[in-house]
């Protein structure tokens, strides 16, 4: 698809529907539901409020906002306006806060208020805009500012290639790294992926239990129903299994998006609604690869198949993805029409088919860099290829499958073995919810995995008979020599496990 060199993404995103359709409901909140001239009137009275601010175009403004219309609001509004929104998790600690606030210069904040405590204490004097609450001494509410802002005005003069927003990373494995994107990058993930690989139709009705703030959830809820006039329902709360089967059954969405541990934490819920009472026709699953066996089990209880898929913050959304109608779970698809991968060894060398290595992925929604961060961006972005970190093997119908990340994989007798390949032999026992593996030295100071266990509630297994579970099913070398049972495992926001820290518990 070829963008005209002037280009303002909120202007086309909102755009198209206010021509199309406008009465159409856009967004349905826990307050409300908001029609696309609804919307429109919204990101155009913020945009002229930042305006009215002093804010200046490329300047930045942190957003720190639970899935409400007014995260839409204030992302399409400043991009709008030509200013940068900065979309950070809204899980994070204060400190995490002052270094974003410092390395992107923002010019304001925009908080809801439940998480007003966590970010007021670093905010110092930027101006603080609170969402559905009362404002600090020097600040403005959300709605106060909507109210005064002017609607009709004109888009700013961006080009395609502008800076649009950025997204940090989770910063799981050190500091989190601001993550560059550009005006074209929203709508190239629709017509990439959403609309010929998802299939996404005006008539839908999307929930991502993957919020806005996380590139996944920002495709899913906002670029996605956007793009083709569907209707987005966003949940401000964390998505447990009571609430998102609360909106499946009431709110009826056609198109469900989650992650693995979310689709494992249903399928283990009670009080999970049978396939009747719903009205599914995609279920999409990104963040982490998707264990077979839950796949298998969602679709078997369900009816609906999980498509799984890979993207990252770097390439916005899904670039390697299942199909329709012909999902192999285990495998995490085929490239996305209009992105190019290939499999390198540690050396950048093609390796053969059927063997591991590093995917590198090539596409036009690839970040130019990471802000403020020249040795990261090196590192990452080489030339028209991005590293993912992940390590995958291609079989030889093409498809390709999960191994880990390169960070960690484990040689074991000199053998590189997939830890992700031991979770989902251990989550085929009834009584495993989670597992996450990790490598331990030996007596002999031989690596070898370690599993650490999450049960599902009132089940009991021991030790030995999930390892002889996992022999069962894998070459034996490949069993965790030690596995220890917990009550929940570490993980980022976005459902990511943190296995470093679980290697921490080992030192």
């Known amino acids: 698809m ?4 002037d280009y303002n993404a909120a202007s086309d995103l909102i755009g198209r529907n206010l021509a199309a359709r406008p009465d159409k409901v856009a967004i349905v ?3 409300g539901s908001y029609t696309y001239r609804d919307l429109a009137e ?30 839409p609001t204030a992302f399409l509004g400043a991009i709008k306006a030509g200013i940068v929104p900065v979309a950070v998790n809204t899980l994070l600690t204060s400190a995490d806060y002052a270094f974003m606030l410092k390395d992107s210069r923002a010019k304001a904040i925009v908080v809801s208020a439940p998480l007003l405590p966590t970010l007021l204490p670093v905010a110092g004097d930027v101006p603080v805009i609170v969402s559905g609450g009362d404002p600090p001494p020097n600040g403005r509410r959300f709605a106060d500012l909507l109210a005064e ?35 074209s990058h929203l709508i190239l993930t629709a017509e990439l992926y959403a609309k010929p690989v998802l299939g996404i139709r005006e008539d839908d009705v999307v929930f991502s239990a993957a919020k806005l703030f996380f590139a996944y959830g920002l495709g899913n809820a906002l670029t996605f129903p956007f793009a083709v006039g569907a209707t987005a329902i966003l949940l401000s709360e964390r998505p447990t299994p009571a609430s998102v089967s609360r909106i499946l059954v009431e709110k009826r969405p056609t198109i469900f998006y989650g992650v693995p541990t979310l689709y494992a934490a249903l399928l283990a819920y009670p009080q999970l609604p049978p396939k009747e009472k719903l009205n599914l026709r995609r279920c999409v699953s990104a963040g982490e690869a998707l264990p077979e066996d839950i796949g298998r089990r969602w679709s078997d209880r369900i009816g609906v198949e999980i498509l799984d898929g890979i993207g990252s913050t770097e390439m916005l959304h899904i670039f390697v993805s299942n199909r329709p109608g012909a999902v192999r779970y285990g495998t995490t698809g085929y490239p996305v029409p209009g992105y190019e991968v290939r499999l390198v060894d540690e050396h950048g060398m093609p390796v053969p088919r059927g063997e591991v290595g590093e995917l590198q992925v090539s596409g036009p929604t690839s970040a130019p860099f990471y802000w403020n961060n020249r040795e ?14 992940d390590k995958y ?3 030889e119908d093409g498809s390709f499958t999960y191994c880990g990340r390169t960070d960690d994989m484990l040689k074991v007798g000199g053998i590189w073995v997939s830890p992700f390949e031991v979770e989902a ?31 599902k509630p009132g089940a009991k297994v021991d030790a030995e008979t999930l390892q002889r579970h996992v022999k069962d099913r894998l070459a ?32």
Not at 481 to 493: G, M, Q, S, V, Y
């Open 2 to 5: 070829e963008l005209p060199r």
């Open 29 to 31: 909140d826990d307050n």
């Open 42 to 71: 919204r990101v155009d009275r913020f945009a002229d409020a930042l305006r009215r601010l002093g804010i200046q175009q490329e300047q930045r403004i942190l957003l720190c906002l639970l899935d409400t219309v007014d995260f």
């Open 149 to 183: 802002g002017q609607p009709g005005g004109a888009a700013a003069p961006t080009t395609r290639d502008d800076m649009c927003f950025w997204l940090y990373s989770s910063g799981s494995t050190g500091a989190p790294k601001g993550t560059v994107h550009l005006q």
């Open 376 to 389: 990261r961006s090196q590192a990452t972005f080489l030339g028209p290829w991005t590293r993912s970190g």
């Open 393 to 395: 093997v291609q079989n």
């Open 425 to 455: 032999a251990l989550m085929t026992h009834e009584a495993v919810l989670e597992a996450a593996v990790i490598g331990c030295e030996d007596e002999a100071k031989l690596v070898k995995p370690k599993a650490f266990v999450v049960l």
């Open 476 to 507: 034996p070398y490949k069993y965790p020599r030690w596995i220890e049972f917990i009550d929940e495992l570490p993980k980022t926001a976005t459902g990511k496990i943190q296995r470093f820290k679980l290697r921490g518990r080992t030192a």
